[in-house]
């Protein structure tokens, strides 16, 4: 989300993002909160990044196992297919086992350093493209 609403964010990196956040926490909790406060309400819509696609300026890496218990793999995978058809560079990284966490330590920490020294220029489209493939690295 940072990405669409600060033009200084030059990358971005997301490990499973929750990409709705009311979603994310479920009715109980988001209802819960909502009745604390009517501001929150208006937060977690603002601050879901899916809400923010069509601004989404700066390249993304985003990575997911296929296996994540915590963020959905298919929403995290639709999510860089819109971007693609809206022209949005960045690259998708899926792997097929290592739930949320070990994912993201054994394989995904390295392939995201990778990524942001490839994507370093000022080109974006050294960055790749969502629009190569499910998994693009």
Do not use: N
Request: charged share 25%; net charge neutral.
């Amino acid at each position: 989300m940072l990405g669409a609403v600060e033009p200084k964010v030059s990358q971005v990196v997301a490990f499973a993002p929750p990409l709705d956040i009311a979603k994310f926490h479920g009715p109980d909790m988001t209802k819960a909160l909502r009745e604390g406060d009517e501001s929150y309400a208006r937060f977690v819509d603002w601050a879901s990044p899916g809400r923010h696609l069509k601004r989404q300026r700066a390249p993304l890496f985003l990575f997911v196992a296929e296996d994540d218990s915590v963020s959905s793999a298919a929403d995290v995978i639709s999510f860089a297919r819109r971007l693609g058809e809206l022209g949005r560079y960045g690259t998708l990284d899926v792997v097929p086992t290592g739930d949320h966490y070990d994912a993201m330590v054994s394989t995904g920490i390295g392939h995201a350093i990778e990524w942001t020294r490839r994507c370093r220029s000022a080109r974006p489209e050294t960055c790749g493209t969502f629009l190569t493939g499910a998994a693009s690295r």
